[in-house]
């Protein structure tokens, strides 16, 4: 496969490259402002589970821009922080904070970065590593978003926005109830350069309030949200972001699209110690013959490390050349 065999299938892949963006996922939020104008009034931000980090320089750099129109009217620049499990490449003007979303002492950091203030918006793009079982798929996505709302809720300011990813399924209505219960306003964004094959989409809420009775502190999200009266049911609106001259994630573009010509750019920012790369890295010492000795094997229900198969296999094999 040629290296440009991926900019040919991949129109947002491309555009990423050309433009800086570290992952496709950067057009996603664009489109989502398009549409929803989450940017507007924000000089602080947060981002959970925010590796690569495309969303965060999208936060950057249309915050930066806002403060730089709004200077004179405004003393505030913008504050950003970015939170995840793995390590992510510096990006100028985010502050990055390696952390897990679960804890409440990450959210503690991030208010403390904030000079103890909440954000104006929060979102998410975190998903799992997809297992082809939908139905599991499903589940954990939905765990990962109520994990992000748990922590929202401690860091959100009243009135403040918050989007994450979410896997529409039969069950999404529950959800959407959800986090009615905690926005004003809760609607279901697709935008243009998600693949119309991928059940993906965005939760886009607005006008956070936080509940009566509800605590923020609380380590069962999914308990307190089950004693909270609201509303038993919301089908949330559904609505396609991004105008139609965008391009179509699904459509193969030649690569002198526009009357362009094409120059293949390297990705902006490979990633730093991803979860595959040990995987990876086991896998091609299989293939040479160098795998570690210490590596736990399993032979007929017993466990043991390859040292040990490779004396019991020896040995075996001893015994049927001494019966020949």
Same mark, same amino acid.
């Given at each position: 496969?040629?290296?440009?065999?991926?900019?040919?299938?991949?129109?947002?892949?491309?555009?990423?490259?050309?433009?800086?963006?570290?992952?496709?996922?950067?057009?996603?939020?664009?489109?989502?402002?398009?549409e929803? =104008?989450?940017f507007?009034?924000?000089?602080? %931000? *947060? +981002? &959970?589970? $925010?590796?690569p980090?495309?969303?965060?320089? !999208?936060?950057?750099?249309?915050?930066?821009?806002?403060?730089?129109?709004?200077?004179?009217? =405004?003393?505030?620049?913008?504050?950003?922080? %970015? *939170? +995840? &499990?793995? $390590?992510?490449?510096?990006?100028?003007g985010? !502050?990055?904070?390696?952390?897990?979303?679960?804890?409440?002492?990450?959210?503690?950091?991030?208010?403390?970065?904030?000079?103890?203030?909440? %954000?104006?918006?929060?979102?998410?793009?975190?998903?799992?590593?997809?297992?082809?079982?939908?139905?599991?798929?499903i589940?954990?996505?939905?765990q990962?978003?109520?994990?992000?709302?748990?922590?929202?809720?401690?860091?959100?300011?009243p009135k403040?926005?918050?989007?994450?990813?979410?896997?529409?399924?039969?069950?999404?209505s529950l959800?959407?109830?959800?986090?009615?219960?905690?926005?004003?306003?809760?609607?279901?964004?697709?935008?243009?350069?998600?693949?119309?094959s991928?059940?993906?989409?965005?939760?886009?809420?607005?006008?956070?309030?936080?509940?009566?009775?509800?605590?923020?502190a609380?380590?069962?999200?999914?308990?307190?949200?089950?004693?909270?009266?609201?509303?038993d049911?919301?089908?949330a609106?559904?609505?396609?972001?991004?105008?139609?001259?965008?391009?179509?994630?699904?459509?193969?573009?030649?690569?002198?699209?526009?009357?362009?010509?094409?120059?293949?750019?390297?990705?902006?920012?490979?990633?730093?110690?991803?979860?595959?790369?040990e995987?990876?890295?086991?896998?091609?010492?299989?293939?040479?013959?160098?795998?570690?000795?210490?590596?736990?094997?399993?032979l007929?229900g017993?466990?043991m490390?390859?040292?040990?198969?490779?004396?019991?296999k020896?040995?075996?094999?001893?015994?049927?050349?001494?019966?020949?």
């Amino acid at each position: 496969m040629g290296k440009t065999s991926k900019d040919k299938r991949d129109i947002y892949y491309r555009r990423a490259k050309e433009e800086g963006w570290r992952a496709r996922s950067a057009f996603k939020l664009l489109q989502i402002d398009q549409e929803f =104008s989450i940017f507007n009034g924000v000089t602080k %931000a *947060v +981002d &959970l589970c $925010a590796a690569p980090g495309s969303w965060s320089q !999208v936060l950057s750099r249309r915050l930066n821009e806002n403060y730089e129109n709004l200077k004179q009217k =405004s003393e505030k620049a913008p504050k950003i922080i %970015a *939170v +995840d &499990l793995q $390590a992510m490449a510096p990006i100028e003007g985010v !502050v990055q904070i390696q952390g897990d979303i679960t804890n409440i002492k990450t959210a503690e950091q991030i208010i403390a970065h904030f000079g103890n203030e909440h %954000a104006d918006l929060v979102v998410c793009d975190g998903a799992p590593d997809v297992t082809g079982l939908h139905d599991m798929d499903i589940f954990i996505q939905s765990q990962l978003l109520l994990a992000a709302l748990k922590i929202t809720t401690q860091i959100l300011k009243p009135k403040g926005t918050f989007i994450a990813k979410i896997f529409r399924a039969k069950d999404a209505s529950l959800l959407y109830s959800q986090l009615k219960i905690f926005f004003g306003s809760v609607s279901c964004a697709k935008p243009r350069s998600s693949r119309n094959s991928s059940f993906e989409a965005f939760v886009v809420c607005k006008d956070f309030q936080m509940p009566e009775g509800f605590n923020p502190a609380t380590l069962d999200l999914s308990t307190d949200i089950n004693k909270l009266v609201g509303i038993d049911r919301y089908i949330a609106p559904f609505v396609i972001c991004g105008d139609l001259t965008q391009p179509d994630s699904d459509t193969t573009y030649p690569l002198d699209f526009e009357g362009k010509e094409f120059r293949y750019c390297q990705p902006t920012q490979s990633p730093i110690n991803p979860p595959y790369q040990e995987a990876m890295h086991m896998m091609s010492q299989v293939n040479i013959g160098k795998f570690p000795e210490s590596t736990s094997v399993t032979l007929t229900g017993k466990n043991m490390s390859l040292a040990e198969f490779k004396a019991t296999k020896a040995k075996k094999q001893d015994s049927n050349d001494s019966q020949k």
